[in-house]
């Protein structure tokens, strides 16, 4: 299904391959996406940010994106674009990852960027966001709101992004709510509203009372906002799918560094580097607190403050395993960043078991 | 709500979009034609019918427009197949490319838009009785639309002299033809009705399952429901079976995890294919008495002088 949507895109790029070159100086810049544009977070964030770097260089950029890509079909499409005169390259799923450095490899004079992976080249640099920072802030709103005391999480696929998510977020209910329990359902899916639905509905009946996910439709939302419980945005603003329901919502903000990275190309000075921006970048934003009393909303906004000034970092030590075995601290006073990179246990006070 | 009847609900809603197309394409098979481009239609339904049901405002103006339009696209088909007598697999899998595309472009202007859910038919008095009530008399209407049509393809292909037609057409499309049957006609009828279903499916998803349009939200149930077709051997009741077994496998999975039992949930999410392969293992074995399969499935018929 995904190959199709990605064909339409092929020929979206074919068409655009039989105009005639006629502005030989624009930068050609592509963007590869795991879901549609239209699936309201993870990829129609990525395509806020493409849009920016077209209103920030209005006639020195033109901008191209496939849409619905498979891993599998990636290198292909990455290819495609590389080949086809794009200079600037950007694909934006940890799928991605091996695809991108093996087209880089054969075309020296391509930059890339890579969002969420953690291997680099000399023209292949990485970026990604700080989700966990915005999944305490949630945690903490979730453990001060839940009345069962049980909060549900819809996770997509049990890899490090998502466990730590869902490690930070228990850590922040656990700093205001010693007794909150966690239960967690994974979807084995990115993007399938209904089977996210379910999912959300199966927690709901094993009486939890807050919602958080880390998949990309709003169908979880609506289940909540249905249920009259409460529940979390994911990547973008979804308001207006549950207005009565959205506590808040990570909000995904590419745009400021997508334009950087396009300046850095046009002035010649762009590098290999790697970018991990949180809330103090201003890359990830807190949608609005809503449906909150004050005095929670108080603790969010002092939370989010905390963090962006450093004072509180979302793992810091001491940690503990589910074991309640000390997790060895390799950042001084926190975790080190690969070890949140590459994190694969869950933290003391979740009962579930981390599928391997 | 206790969590058995919690669960029962949510395997029931999950069932509902896989038998209604399933129950399309059965009839469509049953008269000896195959269209892969179930996919495809479920998705133009689904986006249409959340654009028409945003424009006017009402549910039912939502449901039709979803209905007609995987008429429309079965019509596509319907040319290709039975007009042309084009292969059926190529075309019902261009079928589905053109359906995703379409969904895509209806649904372009409803992105970020929502709806309020369908609501659930309740019967006062008897939707509050113990156990039973809620499972009855509780849910949307697609549900009880999904029941009436199980009864009706049941009833219409084992008891009516139509449905006898039909079956007989498919079954051997030469004979029929040479009994005077109006092959074609028939056949075009029968892809419409698919292709009706289909669009009553997607409506489902797209204003009662997870009331908001998003591309590709269909998710591969399509597909689901053609491996239901053969897991069901072609049989009405049997296809209301397995839409709960293969809906039922999606959503105790995920029960399942909610309440922390340890179950491999990617080896469950493959259970409804597994089934199927179980089912058409079991049914060439038994192929010596009698086929399940309609004769004619899949061969195109160009009639003779």
Sequence with gaps: MRTIVKLAGALALAVGLSVPAVAQDKLKIGFIYVGPVGDHGWTHQHDVGRRAIETAFPGRVETTFVASVTTADSDRAIEQLARTGHKLIFTTSFGYMEPTLKVAARFPDVKFEHATGYKRAANVATYSIRFHEGRYIQGVIAGKMTKSNVIGYVGAFPIPEVVAGINSFMLGAQSVNPNVKIKIVYANAWFDPGKEGDAAKALLAQGVDVITQHTDSPAPLQQAEAAGKFAFGQASDMTRFAPKAQLSANQNVWGPYYVERVRAVLDGKWQSQDVWGGLASGMLRMAPYANMPDDVKKLAVDTEEAIKTGKLDPFKCPIFDQDGKEVKCEGGAKLADSQVLGMNFYVKGIDDKLPK | ?305
């Excluded at chain 2, 049941?154 to 029929?176: M, P, Y």
């Excluded at chain 2, 069901?232 to 105790?252: C, D, E, I």
């Design chain 2, 1 to 305: 709500m206790s969590l058995t009847e919690a669960i029962l609900l949510t395997v029931v809603a999950a069932a509902t979009p896989l038998l209604i197309a399933a129950l399309g394409e059965l009839v469509v098979e049953r008269a000896g034609v195959l269209n892969l481009g179930l996919e495809g239609m479920m998705a133009v339904g689904a986006s249409c019918g959340f654009a028409a049901a945003s424009l006017s405002g009402s549910t039912v103006v939502g449901v039709v427009a979803a209905i007609f339009a995987g008429m429309a696209l079965s019509a596509v088909f319907a040319f290709l197949t039975l007009g042309l007598a084009a292969n059926q697999v190529a075309s019902g899998l261009a079928l589905t490319i053109l359906g995703l595309g379409l969904s895509g472009l209806v649904g372009e202007a409803f992105v970020g838009t929502r709806l309020d859910p369908v609501g659930r038919i309740e019967v006062p008095g008897l939707t509050d009785l113990p156990v039973v009530g809620k499972l009855l008399f509780g849910h949307d209407p697609f549900v009880y639309i999904a029941l009436l049509l199980t009864i009706g393809t049941a009833w219409f292909l084992k008891r009516t002299h139509h449905g006898l037609v039909l079956r007989s057409i498919g079954e051997n499309h030469v004979s029929a033809h040479a009994l005077g049957l109006k092959v074609l006609r028939t056949r075009l009828l029968a892809v419409l009705f698919g292709g009706a279903c289909a669009g009553l499916a997607g409506a489902y998803l797209s204003l009662a399952y997870t009331p908001f349009w998003s591309p590709g939200m269909t998710a591969g149930r399509g597909w689901i429901a053609l491996a239901l077709v053969v897991f069901a051997s072609w049989m009405p009741w049997r296809a209301l079976g397995g839409a709960l077994v293969f809906g039922g496998a999606t959503v105790l999975q995920l029960h399942a995890q909610a309440a922390s039992i340890g179950l491999p949930s990617q080896a469950l999410s493959a259970l409804p294919y597994i089934a199927t392969i179980v089912a058409l293992v079991l049914m060439s074995l038994g192929r010596g008495r009698s086929s399940a399969v309609p004769g004619s499935l899949g061969m195109p018929f160009v009639p003779d002088r």
